[in-house]
């Protein structure tokens, strides 16, 4: 396995900074390495995800071999992934664990009764139809609300299913649900029909949809409604059965929809398509849904498109991988406890607190300069920065799981029975006081993220490794992978959709109309710059949905380096591999970034993904920074160089 970490061995030192600063700083690595079978993508943050599921391996393994007593952490872990790893089992039973269901959707007599059969699937497997959510009101952000998104499509994006650029993809598509039918027992020129069903049906639900760059609208995503309105708007949408099937307390009167008019397609839909077709429908996206748990030939046919097709990856990670992952998502806090006591030491949190406290004084005082921001606006904004909580390493309070079953011979029903406690507990408090403590990460998961409705960020214990942060390193190095990234995230409560959230988290207007004209005109500089690099020939990035990441990497590599400055204020700046500390910074930031793609991967992060891809992130935020030109010379005429007029600053 690879060294994940900071090295200037990476480098390419042939290379001028000054022409080509990505290259420059990871240039070797890239001339090195190429895509494993099984990935669709590799960098820096793939190969630390590769070497922390090693570690997490051995965790479970352990578990396997000595589970410990019935009931215990120790008992959940090691039974699932004993049950996930039994292949003949699993085979033995092909795709019979689905056959009450299949029953189920095949008895209903009405639309409204297969909502009520809809409703048992989205308590464990299938999501036909519509996306629904149990989380914080985003409008009063201290209680739980019950939320209706578009969904029911199985393509990535509204694109795949009426762009000319993925009309190859249609085409797989219409084979693979094929094969999947076929698989399941239909002869071939029924599940071709079945096929055909299902992607007239999704065409149709997709007609309505809103683009990846318009969901990331939070304010037109939000519309709050009695339940009894929505039944009014949306006819043909079985609402009351929907909830009656889930469970929603009989105390919740009211609905958020994200997209009204998808909802109004939507119910169309249903009251024009045939009781057959839906049936049709819903038994794909049970079978699809379930595939992964399923005997190989399901298992291995749901790769082949998701996997091959759409992202251009050979070859299925490692059984033990994949049965590692399904455990984490499954019973994660129990897999975190095991982990975090075998693998984060108690020192991380302490540089990790010192670090943030360090940033987050930088982030204020600009807060408190900005020659842009008004007076009313400014005080609202630091009284929300004052608010800010971060939570590092794993949780204050644990999850329980011991009313989750797990047995070592059931690896389907472990899956099933795993989901229903997790959509059971969800759906229960619905309308109750927001768990604050609460972590939407396990701690074995390499990454981080910011919430804006509890106004936290989180780092779990798998991040807190390198190349992102390491004990061995100086400080350079570690504010300029780990310290970018504690800006990045707290930069996110005030990126473009991050700033509409208050100091409690509700989503509201609370910038002056100047204020948000003043901001929006200088994002728009990132916008711009984005959407003028080219992921591959002829595929532009689309700066706009990724604004909300760009800003986060701007403001993130900014704050950082100014932390780092002050961190180095007294000390003596001494040379470490013949680089100063501010190139060891840039240096860092960019090797952290490194990525290689396969072009359908690369495609399909573009149609839909809001990061930028890992190798433009290395750069794209640097070159708005004077700080980054001095660092390496770069100067007017330099092809690094960008003029003072082109630059984004915001924070």
């Not at 984490?328 to 302490?350: I, M, N, R, T």
């Not at 997790?422 to 396990?442: C, F, H, K, L, Y």
């Not at 473009?496 to 988290?505: K, L, N, T, V, Y």
């Not at 809001?610 to 920074?625: C, K």
Request: with cysteine.
């Amino acid at each position: 396995m690879a060294d994940p970490g900071f090295s200037v061995d990476k480098m390419d030192r042939s290379v001028d900074p000054r022409a080509d600063f990505a290259k420059y700083a990871a240039g070797g690595w890239y001339a090195r390495n190429e895509i494993p079978a099984d990935k669709a993508r590799w960098g820096g943050f793939n190969e630390l995800t590769e070497s922390n599921w090693t570690k997490v391996r051995g965790v479970v393994e352990a578990a396997a071999a000595a589970p410990g007593a019935p009931g215990s952490i120790s008992q959940k872990v090691g039974d699932f992934f004993t049950s996930a790893m039994d292949t003949g089992a699993i085979n033995a039973r092909g795709h019979q664990p689905l056959a009450a269901e299949f029953a189920a959707i095949g008895g209903a007599q009405s639309v409204a009764e297969l909502f009520t059969v809809v409703a048992r699937m989205r308590l464990s497997l299938g999501s036909p139809f519509l996306g629904l959510a149990f989380y914080p009101d985003q409008k009063q952000s201290d209680r739980y609300g019950f939320y209706l998104f578009q969904g029911g499509m199985s393509l990535p994006s509204k694109d795949y299913y009426f762009s000319e650029k993925f009309a190859r993809e249609r085409w797989e598509f219409l084979g693979h649900v094929a094969k999947m039918f076929e698989l399941a027992g239909e002869t071939r020129g029924v599940a071709y029909q079945n096929a055909e069903t299902v992607f007239a049906l999704e065409k149709a639900l997709a007609a309505q949809a809103k683009l990846p760059v318009e969901l990331r609208d939070r304010l037109a995503n939000y519309n709050k409604m009695t339940v009894a309105a929505a039944v009014t708007a949306y006819p043909g949408v079985p609402v009351a059965p929907l909830m009656a099937g889930l469970g929603v307390p009989a105390s919740v009167t009211e609905v958020i929809v994200g997209q009204p008019k998808f909802f109004e397609g939507l119910s169309a839909v249903l009251l024009a398509t045939p009781l057959a077709d839906l049936k049709t429908y819903a038994r794909w996206h049970l079978l699809t849904d379930a595939a992964p748990h399923l005997a190989s030939s399901f298992d291995d046919e749901n790769f082949r498109f998701f996997g091959t097709v759409l992202n251009g990856t050979p070859q299925q990670e490692p059984r033990w991988q994949r049965a590692t992952k399904i455990v984490d998502a499954s019973v994660g806090e129990a897999l975190g406890q095991l982990y975090v006591a075998k693998h984060y030491p108690p020192a991380a949190k302490a540089r990790m607190d010192e670090m943030i406290r360090n940033i987050r004084a930088v982030f204020r005082e600009r807060l408190e300069k900005l020659e842009w921001m008004s007076a009313p606006t400014r005080a609202k904004a630091l009284a929300k920065f004052d608010r800010f909580e971060p939570m590092i390493g794993f949780p204050a309070k644990w999850r329980d799981y011991s009313a989750v079953d797990i047995r070592r011979d059931d690896y389907f029903g472990n899956v099933v029975r795993a989901k229903q406690a997790a959509a059971r507990r969800q759906i229960d408090r619905t309308g109750q006081v927001v768990d604050r403590s609460e972590w939407s990460m396990t701690p074995p998961t390499v990454n981080a993220y910011y919430s804006p409705v509890t106004n936290q960020i989180v780092f779990p214990a798998g991040i807190l490794q390198p190349p992102f942060f390491d004990f061995t390193m100086d400080d350079a190095v570690n504010y300029g992978a780990i310290g970018g990234v504690i800006g990045h995230e707290i930069t996110h409560g005030f990126d473009d959709q991050g700033r509409r959230s208050d100091a409690d988290g509700n989503l509201t207007d609370w910038w002056t109309a100047d204020d948000a004209a003043k901001f929006r005109e200088r994002a728009q500089k990132l916008v711009e710059q984005f959407n003028n690099y080219q992921a591959l020939p002829g595929l532009a990035i689309n700066g706009q949905l990724s604004l909300g990441e760009n800003i986060g990497d701007l403001g993130g590599t900014s704050i950082a380096f100014e932390a780092l400055q002050r961190s180095l204020v007294g000390k003596e700046k001494k040379l470490i591999d013949g680089l100063t500390p501010e190139q060891r910074f840039y240096v860092s930031w960019a090797q952290q970034w490194r990525t290689k793609f396969r072009d359908d991967a690369m495609r399909l992060q573009i149609a839909r993904g809001p990061h930028a891809p890992g190798n433009f992130r290395a750069m794209g935020p640097l070159v708005n920074q004077q700080e980054f030109f001095d660092a390496f010379g770069i100067k007017e005429g330099d092809p690094m160089w960008r003029k003072p007029a082109d630059r984004c600053e915001i924070w």
